[in-house]
């Protein structure tokens, strides 16, 4: 077959498989419909709130429920209960109709014989008159094909035949013998980061919320903008008056206690603000209100919306994560494909976590993703600040580089304080050039001074800002916090230990049964564990390596042993896992189990997994066994299919901060009736 032909064929599958699925599997209800005895005819009963549907004595295939006459709501819930041949007066699980949606209105039931009852009961603040709905019985449901599922399926289909295995695109080198990018590759990379940075975009506006009705409440969502605010009126204490029994109260970071004197007094105490010396505080790190809060405020006179600081942070983290990684691929494994690229570059980006922040853009992710896109930027600087002394031992490092990847990792401390764990990375990362004496030695002296002065200098700015806030150089303020919790008094317990680590590494994702088919083992309300003592918890859906499986490589870090000495990494890896198993506990320790603190030590975890996969590659290229890289190859474009669908399906969560259910329904109950077709 010549390849013209070839790439005719291909291109007709890529269309017909999308076409194919979307007129027989997402429209088989209509298929199934058309084979339904129609128009049956019965008595019905109604009142303002219930539809009773009598003396029917016959087999109720699908309800259509037309609310075109009726005052409705967004969404409208339905109860039904069901007399059959098996059963009297059984109760299906709740159900709802989206008006908007169509293909909700069909409610596709399941009876044990012939029905002889059936009762519809509404929600009188969603129906006011249950009297105006009409109601048809096995009906043919029309058939809709839906252009933006056909997108979807098309845009699925052509990454399938791009990234599959037996793609041409992983024996395309993304150096070609220059080692320089050919155009052809610039464009593919380009096209790549304005594809993930789109979709970045869309998730969070997904899930934006407006920052005025936080802002006039005093929210702890605005506090960003509150800091702003104060900075801007010459002091650090933010424009609130905290209520008198506070400053009355033996132990006013006791929730329970706390919220006692506000049941007695009436008057409200702010949530997740710092409290110290009769006055509210921010503890969050102070550089993005001064880079972003700070700015807009001043020249327009309102607050900024978090999601804004998100999408350009994350946009950010996108475009730099492909430069570290094209940095580190250039260094540690020049036969790379430009497909295995793009593959170890989507590990990378979903394996720290970061997408949670597009899932919720609030006020907690506006800390995450500044303070990881800083570090990417920085460690990417400090990495092509040896690009010519790695080519040449006699060439210099680029001070100016140092320089720069010191200023941004203290950026990054100052975006969110634990991140200062990242800024030991530079031992391992310069190990060779501290070996060689290119560090910490007087002809060293200007490189040292490169990275520690401008660190020294945004430290002492950050130390000197909790004197002024907290009395002290080395209080964050985190302890002052009014939260759940009462950080002031938590003693370390190892006995938790053991259930942080599973938790936060090996829990498995719960599935259940029930759009959107996946639950929180753990949220606000359901603390099953067998631990009886305090330990908090947000929503939390599953381990970082049950959202990450591609990550479990890391099993394989001692019989990469000798491969990552040759690429010069081993001692980078180890110290990554090492950074990030002291992050892990500090989290349990001090906070709790909560799906965000997973990014915390994400980042460690994903760049020793990358390393050890890389040393993989380069065994299996040099293996005995021909298929060895093949199969290897297999298994990772697997994994991180797994990976980014687990990591995308949780945001459907009902139970996570701010759940799309909630702040954009429409999207949700699109998802629930385009792409799953169960009713």
């Given amino acids: 077959m010549t390849n013209r032909k070839k790439t005719i064929k291909t291109i007709l599958l890529i269309l017909l498989i999308p076409l194919l699925l979307e007129v027989f599997f997402f429209n088989f209800r209509f298929w199934e419909s058309l084979f339904f005895k129609h128009e049956v005819s019965f008595s019905t009963g109604k009142s303002s709130s219930e539809i009773l549907l009598g003396n029917m004595d016959t ?11 009726a005052a409705t709501a967004p969404v409208i819930h339905i109860l039904m209960t069901v007399s059959d041949e098996a059963n009297t007066e059984y109760e299906l699980t709740e159900t709802e109709v989206i008006p908007e949606i169509s293909e909700s209105s069909y409610l596709r039931i399941f009876t044990d014989g012939k029905a002889k009852e059936i009762k519809l009961a509404f929600d009188p603040d969603e129906i006011p008159d249950a009297r105006k709905i009409n109601i048809g019985l096995n009906r043919i449901r029309p058939f809709n094909m839906h252009p933006g599922r056909l997108f979807f399926l098309l845009a699925v289909a052509v990454l399938i035949f791009i990234f599959r295995p037996g793609s041409a695109v992983y024996k395309m080198p993304l150096y070609p013998s220059e080692q320089k990018l050919s155009d052809r590759n610039k464009i593919y990379i380009l096209s790549f980061a304005a594809a993930f940075v789109l979709f970045w975009l869309f998730i969070v ?69 710092a409290f110290f010396n009769g006055q509210y505080f921010s503890y969050y790190g102070i550089v993005p209100t001064l880079l972003f809060y700070l700015p807009f405020i001043a020249l327009t006179g309102i607050p900024l919306n978090n999601s804004i600081v998100v999408i350009l942070m994350g946009t950010v983290f996108i475009a730099v994560s492909l430069m570290l990684l094209y940095k580190a691929a250039k260094r540690f494994y020049k036969d790379i494909s430009l497909g295995l690229y793009f593959i170890l570059s989507t590990v990378f980006i979903f394996g720290t976590g970061a997408f949670y922040c597009a899932q919720t853009p609030c006020v907690y992710s506006v800390a995450f993703i500044t303070a990881i896109a800083f570090t990417v930027t920085a460690l990417y600087f400090w990495l092509a600040a040896s690009d010519k002394h790695f080519a040449n031992s006699k060439a210099p490092l680029s001070k100016a580089r ?13 975006s969110r304080p634990v991140f200062g764990m990242y800024l030991f990375l530079a031992f391992p990362l310069f190990y060779q050039e501290i070996k060689e004496k290119l560090f910490f030695s007087r002809k060293g002296l200007a490189n040292t001074a490169c990275v520690i002065l401008p660190l020294m200098a945004v430290g002492a700015g950050l130390l000197y800002f909790n004197k002024l806030r907290f009395g002290s150089f080395f209080d964050f303020g985190n302890t002052y916090n009014l939260s759940d919790m009462d950080l002031n008094h938590r003693d370390p317990g190892v006995e938790r230990l053991w259930l942080g680590v599973f938790e936060y590494l090996f829990q498995p994702l719960q599935i259940t049964g029930k759009f959107p088919y996946v639950a929180s083992i753990f949220d606000y309300r359901n603390h099953a564990t067998d631990y009886l003592g305090y330990m908090f918890f947000d929503p939390v859906y599953g381990g970082y390596f049950a959202l990450c499986p591609v990550c479990l490589a890391i099993v394989f870090l001692r019989k990469c042993k000798a491969e990552l000495k040759d690429m010069k990494s081993y001692y980078f890896a180890v110290c ?17 189990v909560t799906l965000r603190y997973q990014m915390d030590f994400a980042m460690f975890t994903v760049m020793a997994a990358l390393l050890v996969l890389t040393a993989l590659f380069r065994m299996s290229r040099r293996s005995s066994y021909d ?16 990976m980014v669908f687990n990591n995308l399906f949780i945001m459907l969560g009902d139970s996570k901060l701010r759940p799309l259910v909630l702040v954009n329904s429409r999207l949700y109950y699109s998802i629930k009736y385009l792409l799953f077709t169960l009713r």
């Fill in 59 to 69: 087999a109720v295939r699908n309800i259509h429920v037309d609310f075109s006459d």
């Fill in 205 to 273: 506006l997904s899930f934006n919320v407006d920052i005025w009705p936080y802002y006039n409440a005093g929210h702890v969502e605005a506090i960003y903008n509150y800091q702003a605010d104060a900075f801007l009126d010459g002091h650090i204490n933010l424009n609130f008056d905290p209520p008198k029994y506070l400053s009355e109260m033996e132990n006013p970071y006791d929730y329970n206690a706390r919220f006692a004197m506000y049941q007695q007094t009436g008057e409200a105490f702010k949530l997740d603000f």
């Fill in 402 to 414: 140092l320089l720069l990847g010191a200023v941004l990792m203290g950026l990054a401390i100052g």
């Fill in 576 to 592: 990554s896992l090492i950074f990030g198993l002291a992050l892990l506990i500090l989290d349990i320790e001090k906070t709790g």
């Fill in 627 to 642: 298929k060895a890289f093949k199969i290897l190859l297999t298994v990772v474009v697997l994994l991180t299919a797994v």
